[in-house]
């Protein structure tokens, strides 16, 4: 059985930020908070931006922290390919396919 970590997603009841305490046998929780508008640079340029908290805990007898530190890349990687087809900008980039050594 390959271990997947826990999702919560609690922002559409206000909260702005999901702090996941894990008990076996989960191995990982991510928990997505509300989006909220705050201040954010982009190439140097500072302006207000929507921002969403998503805090990863994870059982460290199960992984190490490199593999833990892919996983906000990945989602953050996986919205941002979402926004994009949705306003039908094209990607420059490409998703990790299954296999890869990044996809661990």
Do not use: N
Not at 5 to 30: D, H, M, N, R, S
């Amino acid at each position: 059985m390959r271990p997947d970590p826990t999702v919560t997603a609690l922002g559409a009841q206000g909260v702005e930020a999901v702090i996941g305490v894990i008990y076996p046998p989960q191995v990982a929780l991510v928990g997505f908070g509300r989006v909220v508008e705050r201040p954010w640079a982009v190439d140097g340029l500072l302006g207000v931006r929507p921002v969403v908290t998503a805090p990863l805990s994870a059982d460290r007898c199960a992984t190490d922290g490199a593999v833990g530190a892919r996983c906000p890349t990945a989602v953050t990687r996986l919205l941002l390919a979402d926004f994009l087809l949705a306003h039908s900008v094209p990607l420059h980039w490409s998703l990790p396919k299954a296999g890869d050594p990044d996809e661990r």
